[in-house]
């Protein structure tokens, strides 16, 4: 049965533009103070972030004309190529505040760890697709891909970078779930998680002090519990409809990274409640919207790539918000498609476009959906749909 097309999903696309026009205007308010002061010129970070919007938005362009399906087979070559890079910053790699996660190419600083996120993505929908080593096997299914996400967590958490080592694993449980990981074998993944991460965290002793001043916000707060100090009192001062646009006071010297991890406290002074709260829900019709493309998906895969994708854009941006809030301790986790900073910018656009390139193949009924070679197990959305694609036809072959 020939498949038939439908439109991009353009309540996705307004959503996601929606929140990159917001992020221009407000890197430019929440680093006018710090760029006159370093480079005698506030525009100098807009500028800069608006030269990786239009990377970006050439990404997106790009990737929603790229059949989705070309990513299945290249991923072992997209999985390899992003653990390299993660290699690669021991050897050449840049390093801020005592930590070592750029690498320079040619005219570029990239962060590898924000390609090697959806690279984890893409491997894991493509094994668990592929249905040959379902994860009901233990031996060759589920712990190669168990094996593969705490290597590359090892990677990321050594550099240090804890919070997204952290993401990873949430990542690749949440990817595991859906494929239809049995329940038992999710809980002792986690449990050997965390036992990998203590000797990692006993050489980061910040990690052990900002989880203390997440439990006492009194404690230190002149030093490490600064950043959350200020964030709140730039939420707080907003209100309901905020100081106004270019407004805000806490830019001026007093909540560090204001253009980076800690815009949405930014958004919280300037725009009020009612900036914050429209923000909440563009991230979350990002994640309807990539739940209903992933329900409609053309097969396993897209269902699989569709549903992670959007998991990290919403996993992302709810840990920042909770991190800004002081819900979270602090965390060096940008806002998807809304804080300065371009690997994080142009990755997540080129996860839109995937996304849409996804949408534009679904079909609204499933029926003649190919063979699902898959021998699905256990819990998650994945092992339902298998079950409920081979009910429809009659059984499996």
Request: glycine share 12%; hydrophobic share 55%.
């Amino acid at each position: 049965m020939s498949e038939r097309r439908r439109a991009y999903d353009l309540h996705l696309l307004y959503a996601v533009l929606l929140l990159v026009a917001l992020g221009l205007v407000m890197v430019f308010s929440a680093s006018q103070v710090i760029a006159r002061e370093r480079f005698s010129s506030p525009f100098f970070f807009m500028y800069q972030h608006a030269i990786r919007v239009a990377i970006g938005l050439g990404a997106l362009a790009v990737f929603m004309r790229v059949p989705f399906t070309l990513y299945r087979r290249l991923a072992p070559w997209i999985l390899g190529g992003s653990l390299l890079l993660l290699g690669a910053i021991f050897v050449g790699g840049t390093g801020v505040r005592g930590a070592t996660r750029w690498l320079r190419i040619f005219m570029f600083t990239v962060q590898p760890v924000e390609i090697a996120k959806y690279a984890l993505v893409i491997f894991f929908a493509a094994w668990i697709a592929d249905g040959r080593r379902p994860l009901s096997d233990l031996k060759r299914g589920f712990l190669p891909l168990a094996g593969t996400a705490v290597a590359m967590a090892l990677l990321v958490g050594l550099q240090p970078n804890i919070s997204n080592a952290a993401l990873i694993i949430a990542l690749a449980m949440t990817m595991l779930f859906l494929g239809g990981c049995r329940i038992r074998y999710l809980a002792a993944f986690a449990g050997a998680g965390l036992l990998a991460a203590a000797p990692i965290l006993a050489r980061v002793p910040h990690v052990w002090e900002r989880l203390s001043i997440w439990s006492n916000r009194t404690r230190d707060a002149q030093g490490l519990g600064w950043h959350v100090k200020q964030s709140l009192i730039a939420l707080g001062s907003g209100h309901v409809f905020g100081v106004g646009p270019g407004e805000g006071h806490q830019k001026y010297s007093f909540l560090p990274d204001a253009h980076t991890d800690f815009i949405y406290s930014i958004i919280g002074e300037e725009l009020g409640i009612i900036g914050t709260a429209a923000v909440l829900a563009l991230f979350a019709l990002i994640f309807l919207r990539a739940v209903r493309i992933a329900g409609r998906a053309p097969n396993p895969f897209g269902f699989l790539l569709a549903a992670g994708i959007g998991s990290l854009l919403f996993g992302g941006a709810v840990i920042n918000m909770a991190m800004a809030t002081g819900l979270l301790p602090t965390a060096g986790l940008p806002l998807p498609l809304v804080s300065y900073g371009g690997s994080s910018l142009i990755t997540s656009l080129a996860a839109v476009g995937i996304l849409l390139n996804i949408s534009a193949r679904g079909r609204e009924k499933q029926d003649g959906a190919g063979p699902l070679r898959a021998r699905a197990g256990g819990s998650g959305l994945y092992a339902r749909r298998v079950r409920r694609t081979r009910g429809g036809e009659g059984g499996a072959r």
